[in-house]
């Protein structure tokens, strides 16, 4: 494990800015399964490690300030948005609203929008977050799915309810009677 990733880790932002003043590149990215002497290495920035790695939004807000761009997306498209709703970190999703991210436009070639991510992971809190500040609720991606058709095929019985309250439509999949 290097430097940085324990520094994220640890979210210790005395070391990531003894590491910044030591000329760390934050835009350079992590290599996970490097430490395991793999033939291949995932690699993940360093913004979306913190995410995954539950890093503070202090330690987040200090990568912003010092050259990460929080509108950056990976080679498929995936948003620190995208990253924030996978691992519920409800305060990263806030700070990527307050920022202006948009919630109904993705880079991803699956057309995949924030609500409809949310929707997968069955968490009507963030969905209502989403829809409270101009998620579309019946937004479709590029195979024509809704974020209800997400939930009706992941099986969240629950989130097909919340959605249908809301007046979410599904488009895939016809409304049963």
Known sequence: MNELTQAIENDS???????????????????IGEEYD?????????????????????MIEL?????????????????ALDM????????IIRYCIDKGMELNSTKRK????????????SDTELV?????????INATDASGMSAKDYAKKLGQKKMVA?????????????EEA
């Open 13 to 31: 932002i005395a070391k990531l800015k003894s590491l910044l003043q030591a000329g760390t590149d934050l835009n350079k990215p992590i290599l």
């Open 38 to 58: 793999l033939e291949e290495y995932d690699e993940i920035s360093p913004l979306f490690y913190a995410i995954r790695k539950y890093a503070s939004l202090e």
């Open 63 to 79: 990568m912003l300030e010092n050259g990460v761009d929080l509108y950056a997306t990976d080679s498929d498209g995936i948003s």
């Open 84 to 91: 924030a709703i996978k691992f519920k970190r409800k305060e």
């Open 110 to 121: 699956s057309g995949i929008l924030p609500v409809m991510l949310a929707a997968c992971f």
């Open 128 to 136: 209502q977050m989403l829809l409270d500040h101009g998620a579309d």
């Open 162 to 174: 919340y959605l249908s309250e809301k007046g979410a439509r599904h488009n895939l999949y016809p």
